[in-house]
């Protein structure tokens, strides 16, 4: 390997693919390219305590050091426009050219915008990147009434973040119901009655329809019916768009995602994706998905940088996600589409509880609130691809510990 690896993203997969690669003894040249000025960082952080708190500093993933001592040649403000899979080169947007002989894209996604006019106001704000939860945490605090356009995690994590500040907060949510592409509908609704107890207007099935602005700034925002909701703060989080754009000049499959196989291998064999950027065939569901983790980046960038030496074993891991909205913390394991059953563990009203989701007998997912132990064995026993009996499940006395498999003995 003469030109080495260049790893283009600095965000979790990216930083990951690097300690990866160095860990696994690869000891040839290599870069990590970020169009980002900061040295990578955790990004959930920005749409909690980071936030809520303005002393609260920005949590590198690996300290600085970390890339000095291990040789990684680390970019940062460095935006990577085109590959050149020929020659094997690499141009970044200042003109520099960097030549590989592999590389692995992890660019992650950006914030979707509603196809709204005056998006462009002062005051209305989407979070992805530090730059974006400094300039949100500045007016939030400074804020008096903010309307969350979209009721997914992050919309939400905002929203509880603003009543605690004693914000007035207005939710839009276009669906039926919140969190709708990730989590069981009984999740929803819980969120939901929580979400209006500590104060917050949700409105479901109420799609944004403009904003509205004076001199430059947001003022209010309309629904699609044409209701005006007062705003001095908008923030959007309609989810996002996997950064493809690069991959796909360069001549790489895409749709939703780019396209890569069971290795993290694109259409092109020197060049491996990971991430929010990818599409990647999940085993357990039969067809191609998309995830947005830090789980789903970080374990696809150790498949890949397996693979990128040359050792690869097929990506299998189960997916697993986390958000925080107040004081509830929400933990999913699996995907529960398709269950035809659910098994409650707990008391909803206690504020701690699990729901396990079956597809006939054979468990799929476990999201837990305030139940971080459910979460665990959860996991395992996906990990295991074990169905405990629901009567099992949802009976207090019996210790969930008690249905993993037992160690073989020595
Ligand atoms: P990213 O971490 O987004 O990194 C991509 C990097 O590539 C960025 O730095 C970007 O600037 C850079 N880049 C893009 N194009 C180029 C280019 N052409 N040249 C150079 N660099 C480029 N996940 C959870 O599991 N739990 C959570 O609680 C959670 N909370 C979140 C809160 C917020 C506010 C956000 C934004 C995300 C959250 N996520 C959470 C999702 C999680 O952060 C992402 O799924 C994860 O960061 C994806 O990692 P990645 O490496 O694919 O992309």
Redesign the pocket.
């Known amino acids: 390997m003469g030109d080495g690896i260049i790893i283009?993203?600095?965000?979790?997969?990216?930083s990951q693919v690097a300690a990866s690669l160095r860990e696994a003894g690869y000891d040839g040249p290599l870069a990590l390219?970020?169009?980002?000025r900061e040295v990578p960082y955790q990004?959930?952080p920005?749409?909690k305590a980071f936030l809520k708190d303005p002393v609260h500093d920005l949590l590198p993933l690996r300290p600085a050091s970390f890339y000095e001592k291990h040789a990684v040649d680390l970019r940062l403000g460095?935006?990577?426009?085109a590959i050149d899979r020929v020659g094997r080169r690499l141009t970044l947007k200042d003109g520099t050219t960097l030549p590989f002989d592999r590389l692995a894209l992890?660019?992650?996604?950006r914030p979707r915008l509603p196809p709204i006019e005056r998006i462009g106001l002062d005051g209305v704000l989407g979070?992805?990147?530090a730059e974006d939860a400094r300039r949100l945490r500045t007016a939030l605090h400074a804020a008096t009434d903010v309307v969350v356009v979209g009721g997914g995690?992050?919309g939400l994590e905002i929203a509880a973040t603003a009543r605690l500040l004693g914000k007035t907060v207005t939710v839009l949510e276009a669906a039926d119901r919140l969190m709708g592409r990730v989590v069981a509908p009984d999740i929803s609704r819980y969120f939901l009655d929580r979400h209006r107890a500590w104060g917050s207007d949700i409105r479901l099935g109420t799609p944004v329809g403009g904003i509205l602005g004076d001199t430059g700034r947001a003022t209010a925002v309309t629904t699609a019916a044409g209701e005006r909701i007062p705003a001095d703060l908008v923030v959007v989080g309609i989810g996002v768009l996997p950064?493809v754009e690069?991959g796909i000049a360069a001549g790489l499959a895409a749709e939703n995602g780019l396209l890569v196989d069971d290795f993290m291998t694109t259409s092109a064999p020197e060049i491996v994706a990971?991430?929010?950027?990818v599409a990647f065939h999940q085993v357990a569901r039969g067809r191609r998905i998309r995830l947005?983790?830090?789980?789903?980046?970080v374990d696809q960038a150790k498949t890949a940088a397996h693979t990128l030496l040359g050792r690869g074993a097929p990506y299998r891991e189960v997916p697993w996600?986390?958000?925080?909205q107040g004081d509830l913390k929400l933990q999913m394991v699996g995907l529960p589409f398709g269950a035809t059953r659910n098994v409650v563990r707990g008391d909803p009203a206690d504020g701690a509880f699990s729901v396990f989701h079956y597809a006939e007998e054979r468990l799929v997912a476990v999201d837990s609130v305030n139940r971080a132990g459910d979460h665990m064995v959860g996991r395992r026993l996906l990990a295991a691809g074990l169905s405990p009996a629901p009567e099992g499940v949802s009976d207090p006395l019996v210790d969930l510990k008690s249905l993993l498999p037992k160690p073989a003995r020595a």
Do not use: K, M, Y
Request: hydrophobic share 40%.
């Open positions: 283009v993203g600095g965000g979790h997969g990216g390219v970020s169009a980002e990004r959930p920005l749409s460095a935006e990577a426009v992890a660019t992650g996604s979070l992805r990147e995690f992050i950064n690069l990971i991430g929010d950027c947005e983790s830090v789980q789903n980046a996600f986390w958000s925080d």
